[in-house]
């Protein structure tokens, strides 16, 4: 089993940039794809990114390509998303969540797809 913990939200005028990191522990990172996930408050939790083990293969949820950038640094057990021109509806908390290299890449925009997940952390996006 994996264990993630995201850190590096907090509060971003529009426009403006942060960098989330999803750190891994309890098993071999590059065995696992990855994702980023997103809740709002009163909406479903949505895909906004996803990696392979190897970084070679992305997805990008429409509302965030050309914006958003998911990567990995695997020597470092870590999981990263770049988010820039910050938008006020990009409010929401943030998760990351692993999937097992084993399963294949089907179903890597959903979030049944991972039984891995991260606790979260809030991004704020003031207009």
């Known amino acids: 089993q994996v264990q993630l913990v995201e850190s590096g939200g907090g509060l971003v005028q529009a426009g403006g940039s942060l960098r989330l990191s999803c750190a891994a522990s309890g098993r071999t990172f590059s065995r696992y794809h990855m994702g980023w996930f997103r809740q709002a408050p009163g909406k479903e939790r949505e895909f906004v990114a996803a990696?392979?083990?190897?970084?070679?293969?992305?997805y990008y949820a429409d509302s965030v390509t050309g914006r958003f950038t998911i990567s990995r640094d695997n020597a470092k057990n870590t999981a990263y998303l770049q988010m820039n021109s910050l938008k006020a509806e990009d409010t929401a908390v943030y998760y990351c969540a692993a999937r097992a290299t084993i399963a294949g890449q089907a179903g890597l925009t959903s979030t049944s797809g991972y039984p891995y997940w991260g606790q979260g952390t809030q991004v704020t996006v003031s207009s």
């Open positions: 990696i392979s083990w190897s970084g070679t293969d992305t």
